[in-house]
């Protein structure tokens, strides 16, 4: 798992540039529209669905289809291999939920500013946070 996330760490910050430059009013009602779902996720699989989402959503914003589909398979390979907690995850999913929310609308914001490097630098610190949470789990 934490290789998975260095690896989105070398990649998925470079797409805000793209994204700054492509994305349409209904990328961007993507993003609101799963953002409110990981704030409403009522269970750990629902929110980490959201999540997915909602990244996968940045990456179509991209328009780089290839960039896209690394993403789809680092989702799949997350699912199929069962990463994570049995239990979902040792916090609570209220205060980690939160948290990603605050994160993750404040990528959104840079983007729909488009602010290409806060939303890069935004989106490549909340990489790295969450790499160093499923390192050291």
Partial sequence: LPELFEARVLF??????????????SDFAAFDQ????????????DYKEA?????????????????????????????NDGWGRADGHPGPLALVRETACRDNAAII?????RNGKRARELLHDYLVRTLFSVSNA
Avoid: C, G, Q
């Fill in 109 to 113: 914001a840079a983007l729909r500013a």
């Fill in 51 to 79: 999540k997915y989402a909602l990244h996968l959503a940045i990456a179509r914003a991209s328009r780089n289809r290839f960039m896209e589909h690394m993403l789809e398979t680092i989702i799949e390979v997350r699912r």
């Fill in 12 to 25: 998925e910050p470079a797409l805000a540039e793209l994204v700054v430059e492509r994305a349409s009013d």
């Fill in 34 to 45: 799963t953002l409110a779902a990981m704030r409403a996720a009522p269970t750990w699989e």
